[in-house]
């Protein structure tokens, strides 16, 4: 190259970007535990496990007790109600939105379980949400049920008195 | 140097697809049993770290949900790597040369059954040059063998030897997935795969988990009665690129050994274990750790047949069970295992990660009275 010859990298246009698409697909095992949940729900049943150790229920049922390390797998039915632990309200839109904002979404400590459950309340004012709320579930119908959280479309107040706190204070 | 030990091995049978247990229930059983061999409760363990890869997984921070497996709440020392859990192990082993901490646990998991594993697999290449053409690791690891091939250091035939010695040795392991016997003969006469490979030189697709115990000094003797001592462990790493490799040559290898004490003037070994997951990778493997590729045995694979050498793969190695991120921790849980049993004195453990032997790991074994 001559000296006076220009630098053909010094005055090319940079390359500042490089398309590179990445579609990568999956099919995803849900496991024995987890799967022994999702079969119930599309029974219209709840089912969590326990520990055999700390007797802790778990819901769903976990491969291992994150406390005791052996498998929380001994089959409890819990009920379709219980107390709201916390919540927020959803005033965001977006595309998998299941309703249009204003809605509740919250922690529910079903009774019998250890572990409060996410799911969504309908039927009252997003100012009217609080801590200790009772609630029951509200299935889909019989011929909608299947192995998913979406056979309880959503929770609705059960009509009882709010739980004091300290029934449900060790489990937030 | 702190003396630290291989203390216990565990691991799950090997199989193409696991669709009964997510991560957390492919761990728990392992970890229970190392431990328990170990015996060693989870609250007694010092430090805790996994080897596992989101991409296999299809999901962002998939080692939290397998954590479970080990009890940590309260909070316990955890760590985890993005790489096979040979690469955990040597931060275990690190982090006990610390002092302050006398065991560790590692466990290691993968379900490469999962998505498609040869496209997973792209996604380690680098993303300008290599990763948009496809180019997936069975064709990169066949360019490799044609490079060998082409080289005159192997032929056919011995990668064939390679593959058949594997499924002799994979037949006596319960926990190996391809474990019929084949003939060298028999196995020629199938098509290739990608040319020149044929399916017996390349891995099978395997689910799997497997866990480990180290313990240090001590604690190791206290625990059970013939520790496996890592008189050496090191890893090393070759470019990124594969055009800047000469890909008939280990040197990663090489250098590890030789600073693992497996270089060319080390004592002999009873058994090696090689993570090498395609047939000529074994041959490139022993090339760059002077195991010698000729015993003098009619096939030139030592396979127990008759020859001087070593032991070479007696579990049938990766060409035998290949879970991602789980054959190379395998490798050392396995040589291990058999110098914890009384079968040898002394062992070469050997784990590999990235396109064509990218970056290797040595490890070097003894029980006590093993270095001569």
Redesign the interface.
């Known amino acids: 190259m001559s000296d006076d010859a220009p630098d053909a990298a010094a005055t090319a246009a940079p390359v500042t970007m490089?398309p590179?698409h990445?579609r990568?697909?999956?099919?995803?095992?849900?496991?024995?535990?987890?799967s022994s949940y999702l079969r119930a729900l599309a029974d219209r049943r709840i089912v969590g496990g326990r520990c055999p150790v700390c007797t802790k229920v778990y819901l769903p049922a976990?491969?291992?007790?994150?406390?005791?390390?052996?498998?929380a797998d001994q089959p409890v039915e819990v009920a379709d109600r219980g107390t709201v632990t916390t919540f927020c309200v959803i005033r965001i839109p977006f595309e998998a939105a299941p309703f249009p904002p204003p809605y509740v979404a919250v922690a529910i400590l079903l009774d019998g379980a250890d572990m409060p459950i996410f799911h969504l309340v309908r039927g009252i004012a997003p100012e009217e949400a609080r801590m200790g709320m009772r609630v029951q579930a509200r299935w889909v119908a019989d011929d909608q049920l299947g192995p998913t959280l979406a056979s309880i479309r959503w929770f609705e107040l059960s009509g009882e008195p709010d739980a004091a706190y300290e029934t449900y204070a060790n489990h937030l | 140097m702190r003396d630290v030990a291989i203390i216990a091995f565990a691991q799950l049978p090997a199989v193409r697809r696991?669709?009964?247990?997510?991560?957390?229930?492919l761990?728990?059983p392992v970890?229970?049993a190392a431990l328990a061999q170990a015996g060693l409760d989870?609250r007694d363990v010092g430090f805790t770290i996994s080897g596992s890869c989101d991409?296999l997984?299809?999901?962002p921070f998939s080692f939290v949900a397998a954590?479970?497996?080990?009890?940590?709440?309260?909070p316990i020392a955890e760590s985890h790597v993005e790489m096979d859990g040979a690469w955990a192990l040597y931060e275990a082993w690190a982090r006990l040369q610390c002092g302050d901490v006398d065991t560790a646990l590692i466990y290691a998991y993968g379900?490469s059954s999962?998505?498609?594993l040869p496209?997973?697999l792209v996604?380690q290449l680098d993303?300008?040059y290599l990763?948009?053409l496809g180019a997936d690791a069975i064709s990169l690891a066949a360019l490799q063998a044609r490079a060998l091939l082409d080289s005159g250091r192997a032929d056919e035939r011995r990668l064939a030897a390679v593959a058949a010695r594997s499924r002799r040795a994979a037949a006596a392991n319960p926990c190996a997935q391809r474990r019929s016997r084949r003939e060298v003969d028999e196995l020629l006469a199938e098509p290739y795969l990608v040319a020149p490979l044929r399916k017996h030189d390349c891995p099978p697709i395997s689910d799997g988990a497997c866990a480990v115990v180290l313990a240090a000094g001590d604690v190791a003797r206290r625990l059970v009665p013939r520790p496996a001592w890592i008189r050496g462990i090191d890893h090393r790493i070759e470019p990124h690129q594969l055009g800047h490799r000469d890909l008939t040559r280990s040197p990663s290898t090489a250098e590890a050994a030789a600073r693992a004490g497996a270089g060319p003037d080390a004592a002999p070994f009873d058994l090696v274990e090689l993570h090498a997951p395609f047939s000529h990778q074994e041959l490139i493997l022993r090339d760059a750790l002077g195991l010698p590729t000729d015993d003098g045995t009619a096939d030139g694979i030592d396979d127990g047949d008759g020859g001087d050498g070593p032991a070479i793969n007696p579990s049938g190695g990766a060409l035998a069970a290949n879970p991602m991120m789980v054959a190379g921790l395998t490798r050392l849980g396995e040589a291990a295992a058999r110098l914890m049993a009384g079968d040898g004195r002394r062992a070469l453990a050997h784990a590999t990660s990235g396109p064509c032997l990218q970056q290797n790991l040595v490890c070097v074994l003894e029980t006590d009275g093993g270095a001569p």
């Open positions: 490089v590179s990445v990568l697909t999956y099919t995803v095992t849900a496991g024995r535990h987890l976990r491969g291992a007790c994150p406390t005791c390390g052996v498998p | 696991d669709t009964e247990r997510e991560e957390v229930e761990v728990q970890v229970t989870r991409y997984l299809g999901r954590l479970d497996a080990v009890a940590p709440w309260p379900k999962l998505g498609e496209d997973v996604q993303p300008y990763a948009p």
